[in-house]
């Protein structure tokens, strides 16, 4: 078994299989879902923001996967099974951006589901719970993950997903929508 983000050697790295209605049907490991038919599983995006309202977007490191270089949101991950949405956050937000985060673990966006293909032909299916949490210093990300950050306004994420949707990922540009109509962004 191959250790996961954050994790110990000996704990699997895995996904949640979901079925069409989103009830979780098994787990399978995660280096092995994300391909050209990609099966539906569970996410899960996060929005960092600063006290003085800033949030923070990410450039994916160029040797990802899947959607290498783009702009995203702060991160994202998979939670594992029986493991609490919120701990999934925090165990990410370590591994990745080297933040302790805080969430209340309730979703935002609870019910937020896509299905995108990247230049690779690699198929990202999720159902995607979109959370926001709260940090009070800069990230130190992990370079595999990350290769760029950035403080920006809320507003300047909508004008980015409108004039450069390209440039960002397909999940922040389906995601911002319905942030804005439940008046985040």
């Known amino acids: 078994m191959a250790a996961g983000p954050g994790e110990s ?11 069409d209605a989103g009830a979780p049907t098994g787990t399978a490991p995660r280096a092995t879902v994300h ?20 949030v923070l977007l990410t450039r994916r490191a160029l040797t990802k996967r899947t959607w290498p ?3 995203t949101n702060s991160f994202c991950g998979h939670p594992r099974q029986g493991e609490p949405l919120g701990q999934a956050v ?20 609870p019910s937020f589901r896509y299905r995108a293909v990247d230049a690779g032909g690699v198929v990202e299916n999720e159902i995607c ?17 990350v ?7 809320p507003d300047e994420i909508a004008s980015v997903v409108v004039l450069a949707p390209w440039a960002v990922s397909p999940w922040m540009v389906a995601q911002v929508p319905d942030l804005r109509a439940a008046g985040w962004v």
Not at 9 to 19: N, T, W
Not at 35 to 54: E, I
Not at 129 to 145: G, H, I, K, W, Y
Not at 147 to 153: G, L
């Open 69 to 71: 270089g783009v702009w």
């Open 35 to 54: 391909t050209r038919d990609t099966p539906l599983h569970l996410g899960f995006s996060c929005y960092l923001s600063r006290p003085d309202g800033r």
């Open 9 to 19: 050697p000996g704990v699997e790295d895995h996904v949640i299989l979901l079925d």
């Open 90 to 109: 925090l165990r990410h937000g370590r591994h990745e951006l080297g933040l302790d985060v805080t969430t209340d673990g309730v979703p935002v966006l």
């Open 129 to 145: 719970p979109v959370l926001l949490a709260s940090v009070d210093r800069d990230p130190v990300p992990n370079p595999d993950e």
């Open 147 to 153: 290769m760029d950050w950035r403080w920006v306004r």
